[in-house]
């Protein structure tokens, strides 16, 4: 690299920092309706109770204790609880959007702007700058730590990978959407069955303080359970597969028989995927324990196909529970660029279309969830047909042209 290849690089970084970073401050004075309910409420109560010895009864809130960690961390600092709480997400999503670099970075040694490109969009995506600039919500949080795991299983660190999805899992319980795609590693051997220690071991390392802090062991061991039966409605403005479901009534027998089909479609398609990959040309399993049709392009590919899959067969989903569809389906993106440019724009516009119905009361009522659903209806067919094809592919072979784009195909 030349110097002046060096220089424009560095300048294009800056100018992407200072733009993402000038759109969040914009929004910086806007309180949502989540702040107001939930987290300023937090935030006063672990203020008034000493900080962190608030934590000794962590019961004043639904989240696990890593995020109220750092709420409390903010109450010693000069800062207000609305800025302290935003710049948390914000400086979280330059990170996230430092993993997406590092991953393109590494499958696209090539095209080095396409690293630069991958980083860009996430970080100026309109579901991730509102998330965290809007919103104030924590969703890049857990997500930049499964996009850490997911740099540590493509540098074959599988112990590392499982405490990045640990963790990611002790902060947000949606970090679960990841997990079929966690089995998949490990039925194919890239991630070895004692690795997945690492993952309940970092949960359970991040609930220590607590712990010493006098907080009452099963109620750190259960919050999840507790979270599970708050909502009753099919769908939270989800653009999932439940806009096309009315259920006039009691709505638990849906949602249990939800749950039921989501995990045996799911579990169906772990179980095709792993054996796909296994058999060779001849049909004939592969007995290696880490296969070799496992590519470093698939696993990001089987990622986001688990991101978007997931989270729009299971009810009672929110809209903001597709915020790891969007970034990992731009990674993907950035990987197999004739494949998949015009997946994460529906992922986009159904995932933001179902932000507006919630953040802009003018705009609602024209909006239409069943729209937004059929929109990534569309996404989840693109994204598993892209990996059928990719998966039949003998690794080596030129990749189907599944979009008429001219774009620099990726190194799998």
């Not at 690293?115 to 600039?133: C, E, K, Q």
């Not at 015009?342 to 729209?371: C, E």
């Amino acid at each position: 690299m030349t110097t002046s290849d060096r220089t424009v690089r560095v300048l294009a970084v800056y100018t992407l920092v200072a733009t993402a970073l000038a759109a969040r401050v914009f929004l910086l004075p806007y309180q949502s309706g989540d702040f107001i309910t939930f987290l300023d409420p937090w935030y006063r109560h672990l203020e008034s109770h000493g900080g962190f010895a608030a934590l000794a009864d962590p019961g004043f809130s639904d989240y696990n204790v890593p995020y109220l960690y750092l709420l409390a961390g903010l109450t010693y600092l000069p800062v207000s609880a609305l800025a302290g709480i935003k710049w948390i997400s914000i400086l979280s999503d330059l990170a996230l959007a430092y993993c997406a670099f590092r991953i393109v970075a590494r499958l696209r040694p090539a095209s080095a702007w396409a690293a630069y490109g991958a980083a860009a969009a996430v970080l100026l995506l309109p579901t991730v700058v509102t998330n965290s600039g809007w919103w104030g919500q924590c969703d890049s949080v857990y997500t930049v730590f499964l996009l850490g795991g997911i740099h540590q299983l493509l540098s074959r660190r599988p112990w590392w990978a499982c405490a990045f999805f640990g963790i990611a899992l002790a902060v947000k319980f949606q970090a679960v959407f990841l997990f079929p795609f966690l089995l998949v590693m490990v039925v194919l051997g890239r991630v070895p069955w004692r690795s997945l220690l690492a993952i309940p071991g970092a949960y359970l390392a991040l609930d220590v303080p607590a712990l010493l802090l006098g907080a009452d062991p099963w109620r750190l061991l259960t919050v999840y359970a507790r979270q599970t039966g708050t909502y009753q409605l099919l769908s939270l403005h989800a653009p999932s597969v439940y806009e096309f479901v009315s259920v006039p009534g009691d709505t638990g027998p849906v949602r249990t028989a939800g749950v039921l089909v989501a995990g045996v479609v799911v579990t169906a398609l772990v179980g095709l995927t792993a054996w796909t990959l296994r058999s060779g040309r001849s049909g004939a399993p592969d007995p290696a324990p880490a296969t070799p049709g496992l590519t470093d392009t698939r696993i990001v590919l089987l990622a986001a196909c688990s991101s978007v899959l997931v989270p729009f067969l299971l009810p009672s989903m929110h809209e903001r529970y597709f915020y790891l569809a969007d970034v990992l389906t731009v990674v993907a993106a950035f990987v197999l660029p004739r494949q998949l440019w015009y997946v994460p724009v529906l992922v986009q516009l159904a995932s933001f279309g179902s932000y507006l119905v919630v953040v802009n009361a003018t705009l609602a009522p024209y909006l239409s969830m069943a729209a937004h659903g059929a929109l990534m209806l569309l996404a989840v067919v693109a994204v598993l047909r892209t990996a059928v094809l990719e998966l039949r592919r003998p690794p080596g072979a030129p990749a189907p042209l599944v979009s008429p784009t001219a774009a620099e195909p990726a190194r799998t």
